[in-house]
């Protein structure tokens, strides 16, 4: 089958580094695709990795890692308003359609 | 250009009552995702549309779910006989179908409450 894992929640400090993992079991991999979703609002796309590596993008990096099925979010000076759920996600190729299967979150509490 | 929309934002049904909700995808996109989201919980897949076509309904959770999409554009998600399990964020996502790259734009929601 295809399943994700990250953790439920993950609690920082304003101002500090943290880093939420994902792994991944799933057939036809391509990619692994990072989404942001604060309460009451709509995902929103922050990364995509299809090769290893470290990927950055201003304070926000990704990292995949396809041999150990695994990746990670990394964000860095820590604003509270950086406080959301993060949701990962693998591309992947299914009865001949990319598709994204998703993970169940991971909330991010930001503490002053 | 305009986003993702959904209508209505919210929705508030008696269960039995049949529901639509709609989407209305960013121009050109020729992908058309519906999700499920229940409160404090991941995306729930339901359904893809790869222009008017529906190559993938597996995420359908039974046959009161149906959906439709017509002129390559805008998506219609019908609800039969509602039960208070349906109420949920139902979200749609639009992108350009290219595939492997593929980014993914959601609407704002439609919050389906059935009492």
């Known amino acids: 089958g295809q399943s994700l894992e990250q953790p439920s929640e993950v609690t920082a400090v304003e101002g500090a580094i943290v880093q939420i993992n994902c792994t991944y079991q799933?057939?036809?991999?391509?990619?692994l695709s990072w989404y942001q979703q604060h309460d009451g609002g709509a995902p929103t796309f922050l990364s995509y990795?299809?090769l290893d590596g470290l990927e950055e993008t201003g304070r926000f990096s990704s990292f995949l890692s396809r041999s150990d099925s695994y990746g990670y979010l990394l964000l860095q000076e820590l604003q509270m308003k950086d406080s959301a759920s993060y949701f990962c996600?693998?591309?992947?190729?299914?009865?001949?359609?990319?598709?994204?299967?998703w993970g169940a979150g991971t909330k991010l509490i930001i503490k002053p | 250009g305009a986003g993702v929309s959904q209508s209505p934002s919210n929705k508030v049904t008696e269960k039995g009552k049949d529901v639509e909700l709609r989407c209305d995808p960013i121009?050109?996109?020729?992908?058309l995702y519906w999700y499920r989201q229940s409160l404090g919980q991941g995306l729930e897949f339901l359904i893809y549309?790869?222009?008017?076509?529906?190559?993938?309904k597996s995420g359908l959770p039974s046959d009161r779910f149906s959906a439709e999409r017509t002129g390559g554009s805008v998506s219609t998600l019908t609800i039969q006989r509602t039960q208070q399990e349906d109420s949920a964020v139902y979200l749609c996502?639009?992108?350009?179908?290219?595939?492997?790259?593929?980014?993914?734009?959601f609407g704002p929601g439609t919050r389906l409450t059935v009492l």
């Open positions: 996502a639009s992108s350009l179908g290219r595939g492997r790259t593929d980014t993914q734009y």
């Open positions: 121009s050109g996109h020729t992908a």
């Open positions: 549309f790869q222009g008017n076509s529906a190559p993938d």
């Open positions: 799933t057939s036809g991999f391509y990619g």
């Open positions: 990795n299809a």
């Open positions: 996600a693998v591309r992947a190729l299914r009865d001949s359609n990319y598709q994204l299967i």
